[in-house]
């Protein structure tokens, strides 16, 4: 049943002290694509299948999910997985390259590209958190009992809630998330929200100079569209697509999230002389 999602064989390597799980695939040009919240590697598996023709792709286990090494609750901060993401790009020499991140892997990647705006070739934000705010508020599950009911009744509701209400009995995407529900911690998930709930990018973002493309779903229930407009509006030359779909258009609408995403990555680039 998960060969749909498996595709690509599991990598690992050391950054930081962590272990870290990544996959890869393709030739070409880099495209660096990190998950979203209580997710993992495997939700670009479709998309890493359509643009490994053209670039090579690298998906990223964050530390606190999936098969990644899970640190200590006091770990978790989006400065933290930015430098994260910085050592594994060193790691493997990936130079200028692309990059592609959901939700909290949006959050991510639009604070790297403000800190390291010549290694970001392009940049594609898809339901990005920007301001920290979201439908729901974790900071208040902070006693033990509670976050291990929060990961129990999460393992239903978040396959609802993130993807388009309308689809919702697509089984292959809700057991893939019932996966990665079980793969976090109560640590690592509550720890994790947190560090989104009280970052906010909003000085970051007219430092980002590579061209960008933010993707908002108009049936959301998770990152509201706010924070993904605001992103659009107010990094420089961004531009912004809404498609009927929910937190996650790469379950919802993927061909039509893959054909904007490939359409803006091979765009060639204008030379100013």
């Not at 272990?19 to 495997?42: C, E, F, K, T």
């Amino acid at each position: 049943m998960l060969a749909y999602f498996m595709t690509h064989p599991l990598h690992t390597t050391t950054l930081n002290g962590l272990r870290i799980a990544y996959r890869v695939a393709g030739q070409g040009p880099d495209v660096l694509l990190i998950h979203g919240w209580v997710s993992s590697s495997r939700m670009w598996s479709l998309m890493m299948n359509d643009l490994s023709t053209h670039f090579r792709c690298w998906a990223i286990d964050l530390p606190g999910f999936a098969d990644s090494d899970k640190p200590g609750a006091s770990w978790y901060s989006i400065e933290n997985y930015e430098q994260v993401i910085n050592a594994f790009a060193d790691q493997f020499d990936l130079g200028r390259f692309d990059l592609i991140g959901h939700s909290m892997g949006g959050m991510i990647a639009l604070r790297f590209a403000a800190r390291q705006p010549t290694r970001v070739r392009r940049l594609v934000a898809i339901n990005p958190v920007v301001t920290g705010r979201v439908y729901w508020d974790l900071r208040l599950l902070t006693g033990t009992p509670l976050r291990h009911s929060m990961l129990a009744l999460g393992r239903w509701f978040w396959p609802i809630a993130s993807s388009d209400l309308l689809r919702r009995h697509k089984s292959l995407h809700a057991h893939r998330m019932s996966i990665e529900w079980n793969q976090a911690t109560p640590d690592s998930a509550i720890s994790a929200a947190k560090a989104i709930s009280r970052h906010d990018l909003t000085p970051l973002l007219p430092l980002i100079t590579a061209p960008t493309l933010v993707i908002v779903g108009k049936r959301d229930l998770t990152a509201p569209n706010a924070e993904g407009r605001f992103a659009a509006q107010t990094i420089p030359d961004a531009r912004l697509e809404e498609l009927s779909a929910g937190h996650l258009p790469t379950d919802d609408v993927p061909q039509q999230t893959h054909a904007l995403v490939s359409e803006f990555l091979e765009k060639e680039e204008v030379v100013l002389v």
